[in-house]
Structures are given as C-alpha cells and as structure tokens.
C-alpha cells in the first residue's frame, strides 16, 4: 500500500513539473546530471583500480554499483 502511495506522489509531482523552467535551465541541468555520474564512476574506478589494485573488470563494477 505504501508503495503504491509513494508511485501516486512521484507521478503528481511529475504532473506539476514546469516544462518551460526545465528548459531555460537545460544547459546546466546537463551539465549538473552529467558531472554527478562521471565523477563518482571515474573517482572510484580509478581507487579501486590504482589505489585498491584489483582487476579492469572488478574496478568497473565497483566505480558503477558506487553510482
């Protein structure tokens, strides 16, 4: 029940989202969202792959679970 709930909120709140704002702040909503991804994966895959020296393949999965 809680979950449904919580579906209901997410949905009303994406109903109220101003098209036009999101927009003129589209650059930099890009930029932002963009950054937030990279530069955990990149920071974390180059710990666990220099720093931690564990494989190609265990670094990249620990750089995307981190994200």
Do not use: K
Not at 45 to 53: A, C, E, I, K, V
């Amino acid at each position: 029940m809680a979950e449904t709930g919580i579906i209901l909120l997410l949905f009303d709140v994406g109903l109220e989202t101003d098209l036009r704002r999101l927009v003129r702040t589209g650059a930099m909503f890009v930029m932002v969202a963009t950054a937030g991804f990279v530069l955990p994966l990149v920071l974390d895959f180059s710990l666990s792959y220099w720093g931690f020296g564990l494989s190609l393949l265990v670094s990249l999965f620990v750089g995307g679970v981190v994200v």
